[in-house]
Structures are given as structure tokens and as C-alpha cells.
């Protein structure tokens, strides 16, 4: 699988973008896809991930603010990311896996990754 994540870029906080994670490959559909995130100087962390089935899961720090959807005919998975904050601001990855439920989180657990895309939030 190869992914390619794009809709980075500059934005106010309290604004708004959209992510977008195009993937190749006729296994999309049964990928848990994930959004993960680093900032400057920190490691990597998770934001969100929306397994086969659909089911979502966020990181608390984002919960309310984005929401992660895929589409599995189009292949491609999304992350609309609204009010945002200048602590949004990092390199963001999509990943493709097939995580167990309880290491969800867990980069490691992810097989195959995008090549990040830059969101800047300035305050």
C-alpha cells in the first residue's frame, strides 16, 4: 500500500483544513487508517483512526475538533481538522495497518505510512 497525504498548510486558529490520504492498492478497505502527528522537538503521537468497519477513535486532545472519515471506493481517507489551535501545529502522517483494537494508537502497529504533510496554526 502507498500513501499519499496532502491539504497541509497555513491557517489562523480557530480556522479550519482538511487532510486527504490517497491510497493504491485493492486492500484498502480492510486497513485500519490512522492520522498521527509531530511537532517540533516531540515525538510522534496519535490523533485519530477509523478502522474497516468505521469506527472511530480520536486522541483526547482533539476529540470534538476533528473527525476522521475514509472512503473506501475512492480509496482515501480524510481529516477535517476545525478550530484549530497553535498547538495543531506539526507534520501529519497517515498510516495504513491492521492494529488490534487495544494498540490502536501505537505507531508501531501501522504497516505503511504517508510522507506527512505540513499544518501550521498560527495564533
Known amino acids: 500500500v502507498q500513501l499519499q497525504a496532502s491539504g497541509g498548510g497555513l491557517v489562523q486558529a480557530g480556522g479550519s483544513l482538511r487532510l486527504s490520504c490517497a491510497a493504491s492498492?485493492?486492500?484498502?478497505?480492510?486497513?485500519?487508517m490512522g492520522w498521527f502527528r509531530q511537532a517540533p522537538g516531540k515525538e510522534r503521537e496519535f490523533v485519530a483512526a477509523?478502522?474497516?468497519?468505521?469506527?472511530?477513535y480520536y486522541a483526547d486532545s482533539v476529540k470534538g475538533r476533528f473527525t476522521i472519515s475514509r472512503d473506501n471506493a475512492k480509496n482515501t481517507v480524510s481529516l477535517k481538522m476545525d478550530s484549530l489551535k497553535a498547538e495543531d501545529t506539526a507534520v501529519y502522517f497517515c498510516?495504513?495497518?491492521?492494529?488490534?483494537?487495544?494498540?490502536?494508537?501505537?505507531?508501531?502497529?501501522?504497516?505503511?505510512w504517508g510522507q506527512g504533510t505540513l499544518v501550521t496554526v498560527s495564533s
Open positions: 477509523i478502522r474497516s468497519v468505521g469506527t472511530t
Open positions: 492498492g485493492r486492500t484498502f478497505r480492510s486497513y485500519t
Open positions: 498510516a495504513a495497518g491492521a492494529p488490534p483494537l487495544s494498540h490502536l494508537t501505537i505507531g508501531m502497529m501501522y504497516g505503511y
